[in-house]
């Protein structure tokens, strides 16, 4: 079943790409919520933002292909409303909302520890409508003395406007991984084109990006820099010139290339790819050498000829160190640690034997435990377990202790069903409630083969409530892993204020591991607090936290993650082999 395409958009009307319509979608949901919808409503347009946010292609390409409603969360309404958008620049449902409801209260969520009902209130008794406008009567005093406030939670508001005046507009890594390459794919493919590469914070795997950076190797540049300014995702060309481009891409992101000859690629690779800092650590180790060293080249000090180098190893072997993985260039140590030749064994996503964290239909994944299993053995996987939510996440559709007794049936079948080289194991995301209270009682804990326990709620409580929470959790004998420490959500959520010191010290005394979720919505535990963790002895998992059988393809989020905290293989528990993870969950 398909939504009828749109007609042709008319002289003059505004042009409305995949960003434009991802982010009315959202701020409907945000309309919605403060409004006091009902959550299933409001989750179906956050659905909708994503998945239009997240399309591979332009939006318009699909609709005018007549298949909206192929998008993953787009039905019949959804795709009359982006229809709607596409022929007329205009979505009349979004108007009678923000005729209802001031815009600026959209922003006002945005501050951590504002919800719909308090955004509402300030805005009922004090009239605020913006940003500055409660900045000004939190500064002032005037919050503390309304319903549910209080001097404690005025404080909690300021602190959280600052916060968020310190995020930036940087796009998520999954996202500028998927623009990024679809700018160069088809620039590989000209026979001009020597060789070619991701380059930037993208290729080093930070959890967001700002920037595109491409680079290629090329004695013919300018067919490929023409391919490159009429590329399909681009909407602007921001400059031209014979061996540097700029766009603006369909995502919003700038987009750079670069074009050198071939045998200068391997000193621009090493530059382009940064960090800035560890660049001018290499710059350094030059100079002490008798070098100048630019992006194309090193120069003598004493005017000899410049010497070029066509791969990276051979410009890392001048400087007198084995090549430094991309994800370790950020001047944390790297550079002393190559010229000892110490660099760490790195884990790669060849050495993942399982997932331990997903979840089915039992409560808020798309596909059956079956399905979700085949999916994970055709990615080559030996060892799955299914850790649907628990009951107080009712949003999730969480478990109660007989529903998880009935499932445990459907889990139990499918193992045997897969045969004895696949396994599938029974587990829990368990909640640890705003309370402190564990979702479960210890005789259902007791009865699973694996048990998380995840923060979702309650995450703005004060320090010490909110760690006291996740200690309770770790020190419950049958807790297994802790899932997404900090729960953060990138961009939109800030880490919860733990005191990670205690949490490691607390993993470390009871051997409960911790989770990198590769998720790149959570990217959490980050590369500093594995790293930290690994220090200890803390064992890590990488986990998917996977929906749907596509978001198991989400591993090397981890991975990379992984490996900009220095994390070996021997680190992570789902590299071991099955029985081994076995003799981990008794012992």
Request: hydrophobic content about 40%; proline content about 6%.
């Amino acid at each position: 079943m398909h939504a009828e395409p749109p007609e042709p958009v008319q002289p003059g009307q505004p042009l409305l790409g995949n960003r434009e319509i991802a982010e009315m979608f959202e701020t409907i949901a945000d309309l919605l919520q403060v409004k006091g919808e009902i959550i299933h409503r409001v989750m179906a347009y956050r659905r909708a933002a994503e998945s239009i946010r997240d399309l591979p292609r332009d939006v318009r390409a699909v609709a005018a292909e007549g298949r909206l409603m192929d998008i993953d969360g787009i039905g019949k309404v959804m795709a009359e409303k982006i229809t709607e958008l596409l022929t007329t620049g205009r979505l009349g449902f979004y108007e009678e909302l923000t005729s209802e409801i001031p815009r600026g209260l959209v922003d006002v969520l945005r501050v951590s520890g504002v919800g719909p009902k308090k955004a509402m209130l300030f805005y009922k008794s004090l009239g605020i409508a913006s940003i500055p406008e409660l900045e000004a009567a939190a500064r002032a005093g005037k919050l503390r003395t309304l319903p549910g406030m209080g001097e404690k939670s005025e404080t909690k508001i300021i602190e959280g406007i600052e916060a968020l005046a310190r995020r930036t507009t940087r796009t998520r890594i999954d996202l500028a991984l998927r623009a990024a390459q679809r700018a160069l794919r088809p620039l590989l493919d000209l026979p001009e084109t020597i060789r070619g590469d991701i380059a930037g914070s993208l290729r080093r795997g930070r959890p967001t990006i700002g920037d595109l950076d491409l680079l290629i190797a090329s004695y013919t540049p300018d067919p490929i820099m023409d391919a490159f300014v009429n590329g399909v995702d681009v909407v602007r060309v921001l400059a031209q010139g014979p061996t540097k481009s700029s766009v603006e891409l369909t995502n919003g992101q700038q987009c750079d290339l670069r074009i050198v000859p071939p045998e200068q690629y391997g000193t621009a690779l090493v530059y382009f790819t940064g960090s800035k800092e560890h660049n001018i650590q290499l710059r350094e180790l030059a100079r002490d050498l008798g070098f100048s060293l630019n992006e194309w080249a090193f120069t003598p000090l004493d005017g000899g000829p410049e010497l070029h180098f066509a791969t990276e190893e051979e410009v890392y072997a001048r400087l007198g160190m084995p090549w430094i993985p991309p994800e370790l260039r950020e001047d944390r140590g790297e550079i002393a640690l190559a010229l000892r030749n110490e660099l760490p064994e790195l884990i790669a996503i060849e050495d993942i034997r399982a997932d331990l964290h997903m979840h089915s239909t039992w409560s808020d994944g798309k596909l059956s435990i079956r399905d979700m299993a085949w999916a994970a053995r055709e990615r080559g996987l030996s060892y799955i377990v299914i850790t649907d939510h628990s009951q107080s996440l009712g949003v999730a559709n969480g478990l109660t202790p007989e529903r998880l007794r009935a499932q445990r049936e459907e889990i139990r079948a499918v193992d045997a069903e897969m045969g004895p080289d696949f396994h599938v194991l029974q587990g829990v995301e368990m909640e640890i409630r705003a309370d402190g209270q564990l979702d479960l009682p210890d005789d259902v804990l007791a009865e699973l083969d694996v048990v998380i326990a995840s923060l979702h709620v309650g995450l703005r409580q004060e320090r010490a409530q909110v760690t006291a929470r996740l200690l309770n959790a770790i020190r419950n004998p049958h807790v297994d892993i802790i899932g997404h420490p900090r729960g953060q959500l990138i961009p939109r959520r800030e880490p919860a204020d733990l005191d990670m010191d205690a949490v490691f010290a607390a993993a470390a005394e009871t051997g409960t591991a911790l989770e990198i979720n590769a998720s790149p919505h959570r990217l959490d535990l980050d590369d500093v607090h594995a790293r930290q963790a690994a220090d200890m002895g803390i064992r890590l998992t990488i986990d998917t936290d996977a929906h749907s059988a596509g978001e198991l393809d989400n591993l090397p989020f981890g991975i990379i993650t992984a490996r900009r905290g220095r994390i070996g293989p021997r680190d992570v528990i789902n590299t071991w082999p099955f029985e081994e993870f076995l003799a981990w969950l008794k012992s």
